[in-house]
């Protein structure tokens, strides 16, 4: 049984329609995109609509479109908002609903209409195909007929993924953005750019109408070009504010990659950045801090990696139901089997008892990567580990853990940590290196047999 938290699109049924690529936004590096041009669009209608997944909460305005004051952006609290401002009125469109899984793939239609006849239509929000009809705040029925706002008003231009540029206004948001469309002139639905499949989870589906003018198709496919506006006849390609080719991902909708669960706070958590793979010690300082993956399994073979800068780090796997031990490291519990590197050994706490396996040969120094191989299919059950693609300890008996889900895990102190998972990875080592399914990206081949944690892999092995 495979397990991913609550996740609402899976992306692991084959839907004829595969999105490849996704690009990953960071609001400590500044990054976004925006459009110059010139004559204004329609600014009465229009629809957006994208796929996001999230990687960092609770945080104000995470904007994902602005322009003159009107954007879309996720609040404080994690739930949505639409701002629209017509030049002397704001109007409001704010979701009780929270978004707060960060192992999911949201799609989010939002569509503007203000020459509908009816007042509550003038503005739509669709999340994951259903329609949103409860809010905590909508004034947005109380705009005038034919108002108009300020996207698609030229002198503001488009800016994707951040609010404004400079300072603590920049807003920007934190996560994965896919298959992004700004039709300008036309109201639509997200049935025009998604569909329920037999078993009712939504997946996505080829748009093929026009995006006028002014609009715009951002599918992130051309690393060499990650603003690349690839519409027929639309608004041309974005520029890029300290975006480059390493923020292309394969981590999508119709192919989920695990990532580190903000959410996951035992007994501290850690800094979460860089599309959910990146761990740092920002805060809660001096004391171990730990995350654990969004993806758990128990049955398969699963590979992942770790690059961390000094050597107080554990990483490896541990179920979901770990007892706290001393109650101050998020390693120290029973139920965990990792590396410890300033040891140089395994780390292994099972049902009944603690152990250090001395077996894990060469030297640790910082900057390595570590890799993590766990067979779920073996009897006994097993966990190896790899340095720099080479083992250094194999086929770790792990039957205390059996029958049990697990996760990645990552501990460290006073450190800061590179995860790849096959999505995407902050690391700069080259990593070309696919599974035998050719899913995700990896500094080292995986063992042969061993795959990357993703739905698609876990829809067939786990």
């Known amino acids: 049984m495979a397990f991913t938290d609550r ?15 996704s690009l990953k936004l960071e609001d400590d590096n500044s990054e976004g ?18 796929w996001i997944k999230r990687t960092e909460l609770s945080q104000d305005y995470y904007c994902l479109f602005f322009a003159a004051y009107t954007g879309i952006q996720f609040m404080s609290e994690d739930w949505l908002r639409v701002e629209l401002y017509d030049g002397t009125t704001t109007r409001y469109a704010d979701t009780n609903q929270l978004f707060r899984d960060t192992s999911a793939w949201y799609h989010l239609v939002v569509t503007l209409d203000s020459t509908d006849s009816t007042a509550s239509d003038r503005v739509k929000i669709w999340i994951n195909g259903n329609r949103v009809t409860s809010f905590r705040t909508s004034t947005y029925a109380n705009m005038a007929q034919n108002d108009q ?46 569909e329920f499949d037999d078993n009712n989870i939504w997946i996505p589906k080829e748009y093929t109408g026009s995006h ?36 292309q991902a394969t981590d999508t909708p119709t192919n989920n990659f695990c990532t580190w669960n903000p959410l996951w706070a035992f007994p501290k958590v850690a800094g979460i950045e860089e599309g959910g793979t990146k761990t740092n010690g ?7 801090r730990g995350a654990k993956g969004s993806m758990g399994v128990s049955r398969g073979k699963w590979y992942w990696e770790n690059k961390a800068s000094g050597n107080d780090t554990i990483h490896g796997w541990q179920t979901d139901n770990c007892v706290p031990d001393s109650g101050s490291n998020s390693h120290n519990v029973i139920s965990t089997i990792a590396f410890y590197e300033a040891g140089n050994y395994i780390w292994l706490k099972d049902s009944t008892s603690g152990r250090n396996d001395s077996s894990v040969t060469g030297t640790y120094a910082g900057g390595q990567v570590i890799g993590f191989a766990l067979n779920l299919d073996s009897s006994p059950q097993t966990a190896s580990f790899y340095r720099n693609g080479s083992a250094i300890a194999t086929n ?35 990593h070309t290196n696919t599974d035998e399914n050719g899913y995700g990206s990896f500094v080292y081949a995986p063992p042969s047999g061993y795959y990357a944690l993703c739905t698609k892999n876990l829809a067939e092995y786990g």
């Open 33 to 50: 995109l925006i459009k110059n041009y010139s004559g204004d669009g329609d600014r009465r209608t229009w629809t957006y609509s994208t």
């Open 212 to 247: 006028g003018s002014k609009g715009f198709y951002l599918k992130f496919d051309d690393s060499s070009n990650l603003g690349k506006d690839s519409s027929s006849g639309g608004i041309g390609d974005f520029t890029l504010s300290n975006i480059t080719s390493a923020d």
């Open 7 to 21: 996740l609402h699109n899976r992306g692991s049924i084959s839907t004829g329609y595969d999105i490849d690529n």
């Open 396 to 430: 770790v008996n792990i039957d205390g853990l059996a029958n049990q889900t697990l996760f990645p895990i990552t501990s460290h102190y006073n450190q800061t940590s590179q995860a790849n998972f096959g999505g995407y990875t902050s690391m700069s080592n080259a």
């Open 149 to 194: 706002f300020g996207i698609g008003q030229a002198s503001d231009n488009y800016q994707f993924g951040y609010w404004f540029a400079g300072g603590a206004n920049d807003r920007r948001f934190c996560g994965y953005v896919a298959e992004t469309h700004y039709v300008n002139g036309t109201a639509l639905e997200a049935s025009d750019f998604g």
């Open 282 to 288: 920002d805060f809660n300082a001096s004391t171990w």
